[in-house]
């Protein structure tokens, strides 16, 4: 299986680690022979049509320097600025992967990335939650019109499989509505809260321990979990929404003393996104009891099932390893499924 | 698809109803059309090969009768003794439901009903722990022997979709162990006592609201979370175990002194069953803060994976409607597989 891997940070770097961990089992569970054909990143882009050796790239990495650098049986490189996405995605591949880091205002460039190599014929998968974000109808449309594959595991809950518990493992009933804690940085940052920090103190250590950016209004003004609760909306529950559609807010002005004055009652203050007869990620106060109320960068999903009652999952939101572990279950799906043809 | 169903008490007539409630559903979404072509009950059978109608059967069930006294449409009916299990099986029928309920010292009589089911090539799906937690490693045999689907959804978690999760919702990663709270009576009295009453008040509290039986040793001595832990290491995690390989015991002797000590550090008790280096069920102090830590009869298990990190799953362990809906998946499952065919 020919792959051309959009993007080689943390998450990127991860997957090929991955793959290079489970390449024995990958062939003999899944019949799955990865071959990384191209990959780009910030600053440049390689093509071995043989398919790369993933050690060096990852040694290139190491050494903070651009695939660039790659010097072994390349039929092709060069610098990111020069690069024609148009041929690049006309390399014979069955996939796509696209790890670059997320734009919640346009998508792109990763947008782009998506709908030309969908063009292509290429199997999709995607850990950027933008271009879903903002145009999950239309993409789902362009996917099928093209008879192509597009998996997007990894955009919400990082290695947690919430997307395809939904999906796989309630046949048979129907989810009515669902709710959750979809965003880790804000939940580290209320769990901090519990624990006596005010919001500023809170936010400055979740800077410290790399949990929230220098910019951290993503993740604390609702933005990340919003964008989560669209590919839920639209994939589980068969809502035609984007952005625009969901209300929401953050956790800035929540005080410590409101905080404190819950806990006493058994309550807390969490960023809750759902999907019922409304769209909102808003701040809630829930039961400390409650399943759904998990504590540091933990996410939380339930679902609200016709039969089977209220369903919980509960995992790491993020991580490198974890967010690759999402991509690979995709690309076994997609593996399957071109064998089914 | 026709189906023979064994046992038709609260299960049965929930899974009855929840296919009267369907049925338009599930003729459109997965093709089936469900015919119950026997049911047995604990007095009596009925068979008719055109379909027994599920309104009547469930009217005679409200009178407190058995489904002997069903009168429209029958090919044969007669009283449980006179049965002759064999010539049962032997109708015409796709699958056998066996909701009876669950013996943990021999099996019996569903061990015999599944294995004389497998014999006659109707796929089985059971509710029934028994006949799985004292020979999970011959049946599964026995079934792939006779190239049929034995389907057991329902005996681990009720609704949750436990056993499914971890067997597709996860590929492409090992699981390395699982632990978990397998019983909610037992939960339900350790949140009682949490709560400050002793064990025997929360065991009688338990009793009157219907979560304990009037012997509830099979629940508070662990049997039933270890019948469910011998399913869980069988198909989750291949070991060839059976209840003699369980090491348990269960939560009589816990005061509530020890209780109150343990909460007063943020800690509590809790009845967990676990598979990794062993296989036990006992009590253990467990953080309040673990997602793990569910109150009431809640069940929640936690899978240690490989790449993606601890995974909860949390949800009602029990209940007619609940584990109907298990059954149901299960159905569903099979229909798809023998569309394959």
């Known amino acids: 299986m020919r792959i051309i891997l959009f993007g080689f940070g943390i998450v990127g770097q991860s997957f090929a680690k991955l793959l290079l961990s489970r390449s024995d089992d990958l ?5 799955i022979k990865p071959r990384i054909v191209s990959v780009i990143d910030s600053k440049g882009y390689v093509i071995s049509q043989t398919g790369l050796d993933l050690e060096r790239l990852l040694q290139i990495k190491k050494n903070r320097k651009s695939v660039y650098e790659y010097d072994y049986n390349v039929t092709l490189k060069g610098l990111r600025d020069e690069l024609d996405i148009d041929d690049l995605l006309s390399l014979d591949a069955e996939c796509m992967i696209d790890v670059t880091p997320s734009n919640l205002k346009s ?3 990763s947008l782009s990335y998506i ?3 969908i063009k292509h014929g290429k199997n999709v998968i995607t850990a950027n939650k933008g271009p879903l974000a903002l145009a999950f109808p239309s993409l789902i449309e362009l996917a099928r019109y093209n008879n192509i594959m597009l998996k997007f595991s990894a955009t919400v809950g990082g ?10 493992c309630l046949k048979g009933d129907d989810i009515r509505a669902l709710r959750g804690i979809l965003n880790g940085t804000t939940n580290y940052i209320l769990t ?11 936010l400055n250590d979740a800077k410290e321990k790399g949990y929230a950016e220098a910019d951290p209004s993503l993740d604390i ?3 990340d979990a919003a964008a989560k609760l669209v590919i839920l909306a639209n994939w589980i529950m068969n809502r035609k929404v984007t952005m625009k559609d969901v209300e929401f807010s953050g956790i800035r002005d929540i005080k410590k003393e409101e905080m404190n004055k819950l806990l006493k009652k058994g309550y807390t ?13 808003k701040p809630r106060e829930v039961l400390k009891s409650d399943p759904l109320c998990v504590n540091g960068t933990l996410n939380a999903v339930t679902f609200v099932s016709e039969h089977s009652g209220e369903l919980t999952i509960i995992g790491k939101g993020a991580g490198g390893m974890e967010t690759a572990s999402a991509i690979l279950r995709d690309l076994i799906e997609i593996r399957e499924d071109l064998g089914k043809i």
């Open 115 to 117: 709908t030309t190599a």
């Open 27 to 31: 062939y003999t569970r899944y019949g």
């Open 107 to 109: 998508g792109e460039p």
């Open 221 to 223: 003004d609702g933005y």
């Open 159 to 168: 290695g947690t499989p919430i997307l395809e518990f939904a999906k796989h």
């Open 192 to 202: 901090n809260m519990e624990n006596g920090l005010d919001f500023n103190d809170a």
């Open 269 to 281: 203050i969490k960023l809750i996104a759902e999907c019922n007869d409304q769209l909102a990620v």
